[in-house]
């Protein structure tokens, strides 16, 4: 079995799922179209000739100035031909995108801290809550108009105190 | 006595949880049991909510985020060289292997070339790296399953890996010894010595650890059968390290994606046939040798190979101090790299390695400018202990010590 290129087998399989496609650094990136994420994936990892069976990671990006603003990439890795690929997704404020978890049950945290850090909703995730940051949190401290500074940490006696003075991400 | 809003909230959190514990907990069936954070077997700050009924486990809930710093968000606002010494807080049992994924992913996004000598440095010390983690993971995995003595033997071996680091780096942990390019500076004089007499020393103290441990009656009790995970299994959770290779998957980076030449070094590496606590323990004692291999082969290199420690692209690395004195480049050179830094093209990058516990992966874009864009470390305890739950189903509360040990989670690295 001869591993077949992802590009071509995506356009043939998916022709309006693959909107563009990137080749950087000897990494082909795919940007793929969000509603179709999943069953692009499922291809990817069940089809002959492609078998990218190892989800490495999943990460959330904000481009900010951008339109559209989000980015969601996902790292697959075929351990049956040893290559890699990069399928992202372009995503606006609000916008949510398909669940991966169904076809990797390690994708669930990851999935959960592009949530819990992007805000960036997935559709059928089994258990969306915020994952590092504390249930109650307010803002999502990856966004790029999310302010780093230092903060007085939060115990019961001063909670409110502290609320009121919070530079949120709000407005 | 009233009711306070500080108890309704408490009620509230167990609410969110409710849809992952059984219907069997709801009715009073079966017990909720907190575990963590501050427990001594959970290895830092990993908080288990466990359904149990009797004393077997139904439910693992892991609630982590307790050490969260936002090392991510931070490296946003720093520049590239000082956004490495974050990296080493990751993980504070493998600190050269986050270094060393950074440095990475930061040469193949801007192009840097690596001198063979920094390469060869570079994997030394990552298998230092390996080794003195492993030491770590075997003391207190054993002294979590209640074989006090392996942690006294494995501190002591680990003492001689430290002093090693200091040697090189002048910090016993947090090194931030490499860097873009290359190393922060060449070998001192005593390192190699020491290395050698490392390697002399170690193999016999590994099979005392064996002794101790491998046909131990109650440590093959403790460990046989207990938390199996199939192939199929940990490749759907994304496993890696020692965790995958016990069930059989032959994956590792080094020989699948080699970096720094790890494909010009012989060793062997291990595979699990059950993937239980057991075989997991004989993979990581067998890797321990293995990158004994591999330090005795770098080390013999180290002594034909000079040359630089760091690339000569002046760009990207500061020149000699001799130079400054001779060449007025060589000062600008110097004085844009310590108040600006250096830029790096847009782009982004993925580069993995493999780290002692598993598949550590950076994704790195650039935006142009001289601070990252977005920097994301797939860290491999983040994703092993989303497995916990998986290996602990149906076992006594007692093995599930031996389960989170078995998976050697750092609260450091999975909560970054």
């Known amino acids: 079995m001869q591993p077949s290129d992802p590009v071509a087998a995506l356009r043939q399989a998916f022709p309006k799922a693959v909107q563009d496609v990137i080749q950087f650094r000897g990494e082909t990136t795919i940007i793929i ?6 069953r692009v994936a499922a291809h990817l990892r069940d089809a002959e000739g492609l078998k990218y069976n190892f989800l490495v990671s999943i990460v959330g990006v904000d481009y900010l100035p951008e339109s559209p603003r989000f980015a969601v990439d996902y790292h697959l890795h075929s351990l049956i031909f040893n290559q890699a690929v990069r399928l992202k997704v372009r995503l606006e404020e609000g916008q949510s995108v398909p669940s991966v978890t169904p076809l990797w049950s390690g994708a669930n945290w990851q999935e959960r801290e592009v949530y819990d850090m992007f805000g960036i909703t997935f559709e059928g995730h089994p258990d969306l809550r915020r994952i590092l940051m504390p249930e109650g ?3 999502f401290p990856h966004r790029k108009d999310y302010p780093l500074g230092y903060e007085v940490v939060q115990f019961s006696f001063n909670f409110d105190e502290i609320n009121r003075n919070k530079p949120y991400a709000k407005e | 006595m009233t009711i306070s809003p500080e108890m309704t909230r408490w009620e509230g959190t167990l609410d969110e949880l409710k849809h992952l514990v059984s219907p069997r907990a709801l009715t009073g069936e079966t017990v909720l049991l907190n575990m963590g954070p ?8 990993l908080r288990l909510l466990l359904e149990l009924d009797g004393e077997q ?9 307790y050490l969260h710093t936002g ?24 600190p050269f292997s986050n270094n060393l994924v950074f440095c990475l992913a930061i040469e193949k996004l801007a192009d840097i070339d690596v001198p063979e000598r920094a390469q060869i440095i570079r994997v030394l010390v990552a298998e230092l790296t390996r080794l003195n983690s492993h030491l770590v993971w075997l003391g207190t995995h054993a002294l979590d399953i209640g074989a006090m003595s392996v942690l006294l033997y494995a501190f002591r071996e680990r003492e001689m890996i430290l002093d090693m680091f200091e040697m090189i780096s002048g910090q016993r942990m947090m090194g931030t010894y490499f860097r873009p390019g290359g190393v922060w500076r060449d070998i001192t004089s005593e390192f190699l010595p020491a290395v050698e007499k490392f390697l002399d020393y170690l193999p016999g103290r590994i099979d005392e650890y064996e002794a101790l441990l491998t046909k131990n009656p109650l440590w093959v009790d403790r460990t046989q059968g207990i938390g199996v995970i199939t192939p199929e299994d940990a490749i759907a959770l994304g496993l890696g390290g020692a965790i995958l290779r016990a069930s059989g998957v032959n994956f590792d980076v080094r020989k699948a994606v080699p970096y720094s030449g790890y494909e010009t070094y012989d060793f062997d590496v291990p595979l699990g046939l059950h993937g239980d606590t057991y075989d997991r323990y004989i993979v990581r004692v067998e890797e321990m040798r293995q990158s004994l291999r591999i330090i005795r082969q770098a080390a013999e290199r180290l002594t034909k190979v000079k040359g630089p420690f760091r690339t000569e692209n002046r760009k990207f690395a500061p020149p000699p101090r001799a130079e400054l004195g001779q060449s007025m480049e060589a000062v600008i050179h110097h004085f844009k790299l310590w108040t600006e830094g250096f830029n790096v093209p847009r782009g982004e990058v993925q580069v993995m390695v493999e780290s002692p516990r598993g598949v550590l992966a950076c994704y790195l874009s650039g935006d142009g400018g001289n601070k990252p864009h977005r920097v994301h470390f797939r860290t491999p305890s983040f994703v092993n202990i989303q497995a916990i739950p998986y290996a602990a189903r149906g076992h006594l509360i007692a093995d599930l ?13 999975c909560d970054r």
Do not use: C
Not at chain 2, 57 to 65: A, E, L, M, N, S
Not at chain 2, 71 to 94: C, F, G, H, P, W
């Open chain 2, 57 to 65: 486990i139904v439910t693992v809930v892991p609630d982590i985020g």
């Open chain 1, 137 to 139: 949190w307010d803002g």
């Open chain 2, 401 to 413: 010590v031996a389960i989170i040990g078995t998976f050697d989670p750092v609260l450091g690295d």
């Open chain 2, 71 to 94: 090392i991510e968000k931070n490296m946003e606002s720093k520049r590239y060289e000082q956004a490495i010494v974050m990296t080493d807080r990751m993980d504070y049992l493998a």
């Open chain 2, 38 to 45: 501050q427990h001594p077997s959970t290895h830092g700050v």
């Open chain 1, 33 to 38: 179209d969000p509603p179709q994420i999943a």
